[in-house]
């Protein structure tokens, strides 16, 4: 515990002393502050007590410095504006930060994840591509395998990848003005893949088809009875049931119910795509035993009124037609 507050003391001191030094050249500086903190390290395991108990304030030290060196004294301390201050305490934050151990940790192992980011900055700048060019289209975090669009979606994260891949290797032989740009680069895709990642629906639900194929799930409408609806039954009036009925609402489109626990199968159709307002829904427990059609009341129909019967009876007044007479 005591080296930490030995370190702490020599990161805030030194701080203290390189902001009072901040106003002198680069040079000069440079050679005023050299093994400055390994000095401070050693005075304070020399004995007891702190680096301001032993050495005076920060300042007085920072100036007996300037003193010693024959440094060029600071023009005028004392008119120091408040946002000067502002700046020598932001100036002495930032410098106990960046000295701090953890940042340095962090600092030494950042490189480690460079690979990563590659590999993401290519997928970041696929997600991004598509959804310029597909204004309208459902965009998904995985593209949808069966589907033509899919596919290319998936080819075209593939080369992103790579190319991706291939430029990070070679940034890090980059020119100083040329890595600016690739990190500003950098920075620009990932604020506009936040946008677009908000604006992507969650990752879809896929199921088994009738052939065993996977179809992916359309975007649910709720429905609603006495509770959230999982499946629609049609009948007939005369109480038999009917199959493959397509559903749609007002709009032309396709009605669909709520996702249930059970495993749900759609049929395709000739285009490939699932077919999910196909009515009843077949669908299967956890267990694999089929879901089995409810009870239902069916409404008392009125019975039809009889027709009046449109044939009609000879009249009375017809005579039969006489049957001719045999000639001899």
């Not at 000295?99 to 460079?114: E, N, Y």
């Not at 088994?208 to 996977?214: H, L, Y």
């Not at 490939?272 to 239902?296: E, F, K, M, S, W």
Request: glycine content about 6%; cysteine-free; charged content about 15%.
């Amino acid at each position: 515990m005591a080296s930490n507050q030995h370190a702490d003391d020599v990161t805030t001191y030194a701080a203290t002393v390189r902001a009072q030094l901040a106003d002198l050249p680069a040079t000069e500086r440079d050679a005023l502050l050299e093994d400055l903190e390994q000095h401070l390290a050693e005075v304070v395991a020399e004995g007891e007590g702190s680096l301001a108990d032993r050495l005076g304030p920060a300042e007085g030290y920072a100036a007996e410095l300037r003193a010693a060196y024959g440094a060029a004294q600071p023009s005028a301390p004392a008119a120091q504006t408040n946002g000067e201050h502002l700046v020598d305490s932001v100036r002495a934050a930032a410098a106990r930060i960046i000295a701090a151990d953890w940042v340095r940790q962090i600092a030494a192992f950042l490189p480690d994840l460079r690979p990563a980011w590659w590999v993401l900055r290519g997928y970041l700048a696929a997600l991004i591509l598509t959804a310029a060019f597909s204004v309208g289209y459902s965009l998904g975090p995985i593209p949808d395998p069966i589907t033509k669009r899919g596919l290319a979606e998936i080819l075209a994260m593939g080369i992103a990848i790579w190319l991706s891949v291939r430029l990070g290797r070679r940034s890090l032989n980059l020119r100083q003005g040329v890595r600016v740009l690739a990190v500003s680069a950098n920075v620009l895709i990932a604020l506009v893949a936040i946008g677009v990642l908000g604006q992507m629906h969650t990752f879809t639900y896929n199921y088994s088809d009738v052939t065993g194929n996977a179809t992916q799930q359309a975007p649910f409408n709720a429905a609603f009875a006495a509770g959230p609806t999982t499946n629609i039954y049609p009948y007939s009036q005369d109480g038999k049931p009917l199959t493959n009925i397509l559903l749609y609402d007002q709009d032309g489109q396709p009605i669909t119910v709520e996702q249930s626990e059970a495993q749900t199968s759609y049929p395709n159709g000739a285009d490939g795509r699932a077919i999910t307002n196909a009515y009843p829904l077949t669908q299967r427990h956890l267990n694999g035993d089929p879901v089995v059609a409810p009870r239902v009341a069916f409404p008392p129909w009125p019975t039809p009124s009889p027709s009046p019967s449109t044939t009609s009876s000879p009249s009375a007044t017809s005579s039969p037609t006489p049957n001719p007479s045999p000639t001899r």
